[in-house]
């Protein structure tokens, strides 16, 4: 993740160089409904101008920020103007992938200027982004897998037990590392064995819910298959959760790899666990029963396998795209709220 302090007149943030270029071409030629905010249009233009790389360090006060949030509701606009539908919810979700991606890009923009704005008028700390690649760009086109883990206070959400912390990490169909995203999650319940997962209620007290985050959870995992070590734990947490707060109506069914149910494919009888896997793999595990960490080893672990096997799950990979996308959340969404940091690099 990419992390700041809270400033109090301008602060520097990554953005990927295409988004701002696609939202800068939207603004071009309608500039009525932006009159207000030509100045700071105009300074933002000379950034971009400035940087021919594929991201941008942009200094950007509050009145660029203000800009970029009306100009990202006109480039969705515009957008959705080409898909079918009479409502801009159906349009959304009739969407092909093309255009899918293109407001994802543009809705991690969005929320990294809004949390801007929060963070410039409130010198509170802040978390740029969701999911964090280099330069804090989002659901990048070739990351084809969502690594996920999450440490839970039980293990049932049928008796009531729930996610504590969730992280997913973005990888490309090599098993290269793309981007990451993690939050701890309030259980609004007890934490359980606070002795194997380290987390405190203290800890996740001030957390968002997972229906308060779920717009990032179902943007980060859309179009993706999604990996886990023993992947049956985690998702039916995730499959809980979707049922309850996002489509109440349809199973959530995505393609699953799970790195634990591989490993008879690569590793001696017996070695499933996965700080055993990674031994053996030579793949360094610390502080496991972290999110992060575990996800970050999971991915590793999937690297080593294509690296091995020269699999490339290619059915997988498409039927994820065919899957719907989680639609927007009607509940009011909040910042992620990181682990405090331990030794997970």
Known sequence: MTFGRGFKESAE???ERLTLVEVMDAWRGHTGPLAAHLAALRQIASQVAASPGPLLQLRVFPAHAEALIALVG???TSVLAGCPGATRRERRSKADP?????LRRLSVLRKQMQRLVFTLSSGAPFCLGGIDGPGGQDTLPDAVFAVIDCETSGFSPAKGDAMLELAIVLADAHGDILAEWETLLNPCGPVGAEWVHGI???MVSGAPTFAQVTDEVGKHLASRVIVAHNASFDLRFLRDVAQRYVRPEQPWEPPVLCTQQLARE???HGVRK???????AGISLTDAHTALADARATTRLLKYYIQESGLSWAAEIQRAEEIPPWPV?????????PRPRRNID
């Open 266 to 268: 690569f590793f001696p």
């Open 13 to 15: 943030v990554r953005v």
């Open 98 to 102: 093309s255009q899918r991606r293109q």
């Open 274 to 280: 996965l700080a055993d896997c990674c031994a053996h």
């Open 74 to 76: 006109m480039a969705e």
């Open 329 to 337: 959340s009607e509940v009011a969404q909040r910042p992620t709220v």
């Open 200 to 202: 405190t209620a203290e």
